[in-house]
Structure formats: structure tokens, C-alpha cells
């Protein structure tokens, strides 16, 4: 499914990501978990293409192709959705035409047919109803006034609308309150069905006990240092992430 | 992103085709004589005339005004045609059948089909081209509602008094150089009048083409709404695509009587000039209304076109709590200059205006609005707000901001807020990431930034306003 | 034409000193501008009729004044009466790192500045250009944390048309405390230009009071260069008088300039007061802050122009101007023009302006606690003029300045 190869990737003069590897396969949860400034977010970036964030070597193929070779849009019309930690606000252009437009690119990209107005808008509804939203959000402008925890449902509604190949979680637990982290994670739950697959960046294992993940990742300066089951998570919530500086030391000393 | 923003800025402009009709054309320059000519082809009354040589002898005392934050070489009054009709037009056609197919076909080219038949229901247009009107459609059934709707010049035939008593009432004949110009040489336009209490049962709209090389476009429009009457206009305008500047200089007045309402929106679409600035339209117009009591006037103007625009839609709110209303979207790009705005002047009590004014620069473009607000001694009560907003796409081009405020009342209330703002990458990066090419995405993003003035047009309008923007925008992103 | 003016070109060829070059220059200017009128934009709301036809003594007068005492301020006062220095220089005690000298004495920092930072499209900025003989050149050191605040008191007395210019020079990473401090009342005019250098990290804590009353006319301009890094924060209050017109320019003419500018016009009635702020960003993460407030007497006039440029490199401009005003009475007037001009994209500018009654519902929540209506109104209505008071940095000043602005609103407000 997704396929990153000692991915190298810098912002600036700054290189962020220092030899990322990491196998996704159809149907898998992928938590990748660290401390700040670890490149959790640069990540996401980098995979969806952002100006700005410069691969300098390494390879990502998604279903065999050169992810790293498309633009934007493309890798998004190829499959590939990232919810944002802060999403931005496009006034006057509401969440129903900007979903309606995306919608459509998506399934004109995969040969479809567009979606009339009145499938589109059941649909809509459907979305806005698992992430409990109320319907007039439609009609609101893109993010513009919405709370942060609005925002976050708003990011997993059109992960919904959009029924991607793969998904990248960017924190969406963060500034949540117990309610909203579970009607987020009710939302990704939902759209778990054993093919699409999901990259979950988090600081804090709390989402994870909303969203099952198969395989845990801890990411430290640009880097997977630790690979292993949910179990790994428990393990960063009992002692935080002090312990990989020390790792570092010792292996500095080794 | 902005490399690709700026790609989007190569231009189209498909409207800029070249009719072969033959016309009537006076030769080039300006005089009592080319004036009194003109007034004899059109067979006006006396008093016209000399209505119009009176404008033309305060217009040769006028300068050009200059103060405007647009540059363009001095206009040659003299090497201007002030006269161009169609040569079909001349034994005036009784009905459809009988106009130059070629001229239909211009209309239908741009989407403005005049057989009533395949017309959007519910639209009557008056098609003016060059210097005349055309035809205008579904006269009959105006008729019946007793809506007058017809070329000026044949109003001054068959409604002197009407046109006699409110002519220049608003926008007097030495107002401005341009509306002096226009006062002298005007050649045809569109009348309206609403009788009293009636609600006009259609969209009127006119269309105005100009075709002719070298000739100037002066119409008039004049539209009386009577107490408690309501009428929507719309109007829309097309140049072919010439490497000379052609003059437009129009004049609009409107009159609003107790409680009448007057809707008038315009789609502005002269060809802007190629992207060196080479040709286009020099858009200098004069629009003013006048409300008596409660009356109501509604201006909603969407600019892309034209080199130069030079144009200021007013509201005069005599009548106590009359109501003003300016919505403009103006969009310059290539090297297109645009000075625009408007002027809400309160005198009457417990009078109100709303001003939203949404400009985007592209290009090598300056987009400029100004604006005046004035709270005369007796308006008591009265409100303004005022909202003006930028929007630039790119780093080569101007967007500017001249609000005048004056009060004198001091229960008057007056409100102004002005924005710019650029299309963020993140804004680009979002719609991208969800599939949106990035032209797409700027010209959904633009169309937002946009909103409120389009809501403000009738619904058939809004969408070609909406094509219109997008098609501008084409090129704007790589 | 104006018979004034052309007494100034008159007078202009009689002053002969080591200026003599830059101010032939300034009469060359001078001489090609036409005298404004309604039509002339920079003058479109205030008539220069008072000026047009003025003749005043414009000799030495032998008139002296002690400098306002300001309790706490304990500042370095530089006196000038009818535009001639009655301080002398030589015996004050100067902190370290300043030097002051007089304008006729020839100096290297006086050279750098003298009509250096004011753009020269100012008609009496022009006029004081040719004028102006007496004034003060202050010059901080690079480095130099002067805390005492110097003050520049501006006496103008009846009959006497007097012309005083100010330079300052603020060294590298320095800091200085500036006051202009003007006052003047009886038939007489006073131009008063002063102008800014802001080097490299510098900054600069500005005043000007324009305290000018009744009869006087006074027409000045404070004008301020900031290079990279410069700070500056000002404050202006003015009355109105006949005719006050100050022009206030701020150029970012460096990097990461911050300056922040506030300004309050508190017009007795009958007051005319003129205010033409211009901010140019010419370089690249430039801040302004401005905002100005006004209240407005019975048939005084107030006319606010506040013009902000972003040039086409100015990128990463931070740039907000904010106008309030208050009209008091039918008569009262206010033109105000916040204008906006920009040629850069990456930038945040807006700006407001709002013209508002009393709040009523205030007013009338006030009255049911009990609170007398005069009472309520000078509460309400002064309170948005004295939180600029209290923005300023120097305390002394606030202190001193908040009981005068609120009588002279009191005294308004009962005499509507």
C-alpha cells in the first residue's frame, strides 16, 4: 500500500526527517508517536506534498507508483487524505461546495461519474451525522469560526466524504476533551474496513485507546528508533519519552 | 505557490470577436455641428438640442479630472466618432424578423440569444450596439403591466415629457467632464418607467456592445420608479479585442420615488486590453440615484473588464429612511487599472447604507476604491457600514484603499473597515490536498472572498458572474 | 495667491547662514507650489483663509517663559519663545551621551538631517525650511540609555509669527525620551518642524502636545526615519486652536521597524485641528500601530488623513490604523480619510474608522445606578480618550496630562 524508503526530507536549511523506513499494508493502523520537534507533522507533510518541505533522498511508492513524483492533488486523487492539526479557513466558500468540488475530483480522477446534487447532499448528511455535526456546518464557511474541537470533526467528516486509499491522522486528539476524542475516534473507527489503512500521529497514547493500532512507531529526530505492538504505546504513557534521550546517550557511548 | 498563481494570469477574453456589419459612421471629431447632426438622425425635438449643446459648451470649458489613482495618455476628443449605427438600422426593423441576421448571431454568440422564444423566461432585453438600439424583446407584455421599456431615443419620441422632466435631474449636464461629454453626444441607451405601485414582471436588462473601430460608446439610462414600484436591471457590456482604446462614457440615472425600489446590476466585460496593456476599454461612467421617502436603490456591480474604469455608483438619500446599497466585486489583472467605489450621500433622516466592496488585483493590475460617505446636519439617525476588502494574487500588482468620510450629525452613525489579504498557500495547500487543482482552488477561493456581493445579483446573473470570475482567473495558476 | 507667501519669499532671501545651500534649495520648491485650496487634496477640508493674508510682527520679541512644570517628569528643558532659544545651552547639565547644540551653529548631525527626513511636499514645512534660524540639533550617542526626557517647549504669543525647527539624532542600540511641547494662545502663528533620525536597534519615546488655543495658528509636522531593529512610540495630543495643522510622517526605512503612534484631538468649540499622518513601509517586516481618537466640540471641525504605503518590497508588513470620533453636537464636524495603498501581497494591513453617537443604552444603564447625566456623558465619552492617556509610557506625563484633558472635556460638555 504505502512503501517509505529512507526518507530524507528537509524544511529550509533544517533536514527533519533523517532516513524515515516504514511498510503500510492494506487494512493496517500505523501509530507513529514522539516527542515535539521529532518530525511527527513534517511527516504528513512531506507525504501529501507540501511546498516548502524537500525530500533530499529516499523513495515513497503508494500502490507501486512514485508518490513523491505527483502533486498535490494528485496524491490526493490517488488515495491519499491528511486530516490536519490546523486546519486554515477559506472564508465564503462553504463546507458544501468545497466538499462537493473534492468529491467530485476524487471520483473524476478514478473514472466516476459525478455525484448529483442530491447524492452528494445524502451523503453529506450521513458524514456530518457520525461526527455529529449539526447540517448547517455545510453551510458554513470552510473552518471559519469553528471551534478547535469543530475543526477536528470537520477534518474526520471529509475523511468520510472522501473514502481514501490511506489516511494520516495529524494529532487530531490534540485540545480534544474526552467527548470529542470519542466521537473523533468513532468517526475513523468506522471507516476501519479491513483495506483502507491509516498513519496515526499522535503525541499522547489517549487516542490510542479510542483507535486500536496494529503497530506502534516511536519517531525521534527524524527517525523510527522503536517499532512494536499497541503495547509500546503503554509504555511511552508510563515513562514518557526522557528514556530515548538516555538511549541516545548510551548508544552515543556505545 | 505564487509562481503558479501567477501563470493563472494569461488571459482570455471570448467576447473579443469582430461583427462584418456594415455601419453608418460619422467621421471622426467633435463640434456643434457633428452634435446637431446627430440629434437630427435621431429626429429629437428642439429643446434636446439644445440641451445638449448647452453640456457641450460647459463640457469645452471642463478639464479631464486627474485625480483618480489611474494613468492612461490624454483621450483625442477629436479623433473619436461620436456616430455609428448598423446600416440595417436604418429604416428601423418592426420586429425580429427583419433585423441583420448577422447582428443576431452577435447576440447569440455571446450567449444573449433576442428571440423571445429561446430567451430565459422572465428577462427583457434592449440590445444597444455601437451607437442604437437593436431590439428590445417582450415589449408587449410590459406593456400590459404599463412598464415603459425602450431606447431612449424613441422615448423622446413617444414620452417627451417624462424623458423632458427627469433628464439630467440626477446627473446634471456639467455634473462631471465625462458626464458632460456624455450629455452632448449620448446616442442611445435604455428609458424605464415603473408606474405607480407596480411591480415590473420581469427582469429588464440591456446588453451593450460596442463594434465599430474608432467610435465612441455614449449611452444614457434613465430609469423613474414611481411610488411604491420595484423594478430589477441588469446590464451587461462586450468589446471585440482592438489594439486602440475605445471611450466609454456612459451616464445612469435613476430616480426611486416615495417607496419604490430600484435594483440595478451590472456585469462589466469591455475587453481589458492584451496583458501588456495594449487596447481595451477606457470605462469612464457616471451612475447616480436619487430616493425620495423609504425608497430603496440596490446597486451590485461586477467589474473584470475594461483597461481603465473610472466609475462611482451613488446614492443620493434625500427622502427620510431611504435605504443605499453598493455591492461591487472589481477584478484587474494584466495591466488593467480600475478606480472605483461609491458615494452614499445622506440627507434625509434615519437613512442607511451598506457598502461591500471586494477588489482583486492580479497581475501587473492597480485596483483601487473610493469612496465617500457624508452625513449631512440632517441626517438624523443615519447609519453607514462599510466593509471593503482586498484581495491580491501576486506581488507585481496594487490594491488601494481611499474611504472619505464626512459627518456633520452627531447622532449619525458611520462604520468603516478595511482588509487585504493574499490567497495563502495554506488556503491553496488544503483545497490541494483534497483533490483541487490549484486553478480550481484559487478560483474557488476568490468566488468565497466574493460571496457577499454575489448573493446580492439575480440568480441568472450570479452564475455568469461566477464563470466570468473563474474564466479571468484561467491561467491565473499553473 | 496668498500675500503671506509671498512676504515669506520675501524674507527668505534675507536669511544668510551655513543652511544658506539647502535652504535655496527649499525656496526653489517652494516657489513652484501654488497656494492650496479646496482642490488641493493634502488641504481638501481645511481652509487656509486665516493664513492667507496674516500680517504679524515677525521680529525678536522680548517676551520669556518659564517651561510648563510637570510634576515628576524632572526634565532637560530647552525653551523657546516665539521662536527664539531662551535657554542657554552652555549652562545646562547634560546626561551622558547627549549633545545639543544650537541650529545656527554648524554641526555634522544638523547637516545629515536638516530637511533630510521630511519629504519636501509640505508647504510649511517648506516655509521653516527658509525660516526657521533658531532650533535645536540633540544628538544621542550610539549606545546611550538616556533616561532623563528631553522637552522642547514652544511658547507663541499674541501679535509675533515665529518659525522653530528641531533635529534629533538617535545613536545605534541608544534610547531617548522626546517631548515637544507647544503652546500658544492670541492671534499668532507658529510653525514647529521636527524631524527623526532612528539608527540601527535604536529607540525613541516621542511626544507632541499641540496645546494651541483660541486665536493661534499653528502648523508643524514631526517626521520620523527608522533604519533595521528602530523602535518608536508616540504620542500626540492636540487642542485645535483657529487652525492646527500637524503633518506626521514615519518611514520604515530599514527592516523590522516597530512603531507605534497614538494620537488624540480634543477640540473646544469653534477648534479647527488638522491631522495628516503618512506611514511609508518602504522596507521589508515593518509593524505600525496607529490609532487615533477624537472628540469633537460644538462647530469645531476635525479633519484626520491617515495614509498608509506599502511599497512593492515591503513584504511581511504588519500595518493597522484605527480612527475613532466622537461628534458632541449638530455643529460638530469630522472628514476623515483612512487610506490604504499596496503594492506588496504578503502583507497584513486594515484599517477603521467610525463615527459614533453616544452610546445611549450606556448612558441610560449609568443613569438607573444613579449616576448624574453630565456625569455619565463625561464617563462614557471621555473614557475612550483617556485610555490613550494611559497607554503612554511615561507616567508623569499621563499624570499630568489626564486632569487637564478631562476638564477641558468638561468644560466642553457644558458648553453645548
Known sequence: MLSIKDLHARVEETTILKGLNLEIKPGEVHAIMGPNGAGKSTLGYVLSGRDGYEVESGSVEMDGKDLLDMEVEERAQAGLFLAFQYPVEIPGVSNMEFMKESVNALREARGEKALSSAEFLKKAKEACKQVELPLDFLKRGVNEGFSGGEKKRNEIMQLIMLEPKIAILDESDSGLDVDALQVVAKGVNSQRDGKRSFIVVTHYQRLLDYIQPDYVHILSKGKIVKSGGPELAKEVEASGYAWLAEAEAEGADA | ?478 | MSQWLNHVLERASTVDDWLSPVRAQALDTLKQQQWPTRRTEAWRYTSLHPVADLQLQTGTSNNTAEAPFIEGLNSLDLVFVDGQLSTDISKLQLPEGVTISELSAPSEPAEALFAQVKPSHHLFGLVNDVLAQQGVVIDIAAGAKVKQPIRIVNFASAGIESHQRTLVRVGANAQATIIEHGSGSGNSLNTAFAEYDIAEKASLEHYRFALHEGESIHIGGSHFKLHDHAKMNSTLIGYGSQLTRLDVDIEHAGEHAFAKFNNVYLLAPREHFDLHSTIEHASPNGTTEENARGIIGDRAKAVFNGRIHIHRHAQKTLAELNNRNLLLTRGAQINTKPELEIYADDVQCAHGATVAEIDEEALYYMLTRGIDKQQALVMLNFGFVQEMVFQMPNKALADWLQPILKTRFESMMEQQ
Open chain 2, 1 to 478: 505557490m505564487s509562481e503558479q498563481i501567477d501563470q493563472a494570469l494569461a488571459r482570455k477574453y471570448d467576447a473579443g470577436f469582430v461583427s462584418e456589419i456594415e455601419s453608418e459612421t460619422f467621421p471622426i471629431g467633435l463640434d456643434e455641428d457633428v452634435i446637431a447632426r446627430l440629434s437630427a438622425i435621431k429626429g429629437e425635438p428642439e429643446w434636446m438640442l439644445e440641451w445638449r449643446l448647452k453640456a457641450y459648451r460647459t463640457w469645452l470649458k471642463m478639464e479631464e479630472p486627474d485625480w483618480a489613482h489611474v494613468d492612461y495618455p490624454k483621450v483625442d476628443y477629436q479623433s473619436i466618432s461620436y456616430y455609428s449605427a448598423p446600416k440595417s438600422m436604418k429604416d428601423k426593423p418592426k420586429s425580429l424578423d427583419e433585423v441583420d441576421p448577422e447582428l443576431l448571431r452577435t447576440y447569440e454568440k455571446l450567449g444573449i440569444p433576442l428571440h423571445e422564444q429561446e430567451m430565459l423566461a422572465g428577462v427583457a432585453v434592449d440590445a444597444v450596439f455601437d451607437s442604437v438600439s437593436v431590439v428590445t424583446t417582450f415589449r408587449e407584455k410590459l406593456e400590459e403591466a404599463g412598464v415603459i421599456f425602450c431606447p431612449i431615443s424613441e422615448a423622446l419620441h413617444k414620452y417627451p415629457d417624462l424623458v423632458k422632466k427627469y433628464l439630467g435631474t440626477v446627473v446634471p449636464r456639467g455634473d462631471n467632464f465625462f458626464a458632460a461629454l456624455n450629455s452632448a453626444v449620448f446616442t442611445d441607451g435604455s428609458f424605464v418607467y415603473i408606474p405607480k405601485g407596480v411591480r415590473c414582471p420581469m427582469e429588464l436588462s440591456t446588453y451593450f456592445r460596442i463594434n465599430e473601430q474608432n467610435t465612441g460608446q455614449f449611452e444614457r439610462t434613465l430609469i423613474v420608479a414611481e411610488e411604491g414600484s420595484h423594478v430589477s436591471y441588469l446590464e451587461g457590456c462586450t468589446a471585440p479585442q482592438r489594439d486602440e482604446n475605445q471611450l466609454h462614457a456612459a451616464v445612469v440615472e435613476l430616480v426611486a420615488l416615495d417607496d419604490a425600489e430600484i435594483k440595478y446590476s451590472t456585469v462589466q466585460n469591455w475587453y481589458p486590453g492584451d496583458e501588456n496593456g495594449k487596447g481595451g476599454i477606457y470605462n469612464f461612467v457616471t451612475k447616480r440615484g436619487l430616493c425620495e421617502k423609504n425608497a430603496k436603490i440596490s446597486w451590485t456591480q461586477v467589474e473584470t473588464g475594461s483597461a481603465v474604469t473610472w466609475k462611482y455608483p451613488s446614492c443620493i438619500l434625500k427622502g427620510d429612511n431611504s435605504v443605499g446599497e453598493f455591492y461591487s466585486v472589481a477584478l484587474t489583472r494584466g495591466r488593467q487599472q480600475a478606480d472605483t467605489g461609491t458615494k452614499m450621500i445622506h440627507l434625509g433622516k434615519n437613512t442607511k447604507s451598506t457598502i461591500i466592496s471586494k477588489g482583486i488585483s492580479a497581475g501587473r493590475s492597480n485596483n483601487a476604491y473610493r469612496g465617500l460617505v457624508r452625513m449631512g446636519p440632517g441626517a438624523e439617525g443615519a447609519r453607514n457600514f462599510t466593509e471593503c476588502d482586498s484581495l491580491l494574487i501576486g506581488d507585481q500588482c496594487g490594491a488601494h484603499t481611499f474611504p472619505y468620510i464626512e459627518s456633520s450629525n452627531p447622532t449619525a452613525i458611520v462604520e468603516h473597515e478595511a482588509t487585504t489579504s493574499k490567497v495563502s498557500d495554506d488556503q491553496l495547500f488544503l483545497c490541494r490536498q483534497r483533490g483541487l487543482d490549484p486553478e480550481k482552488a484559487v478560483s474557488m477561493i476568490v468566488n468565497g472572498f466574493c460571496k457577499e456581493v454575489f448573493r446580492e445579483l439575480p440568480m441568472e446573473f450570479a452564475v455568469e458572474a461566477g464563470k466570468l470570475l473563474e474564466i479571468s482567473l484561467e491561467g491565473s495558476v499553473g
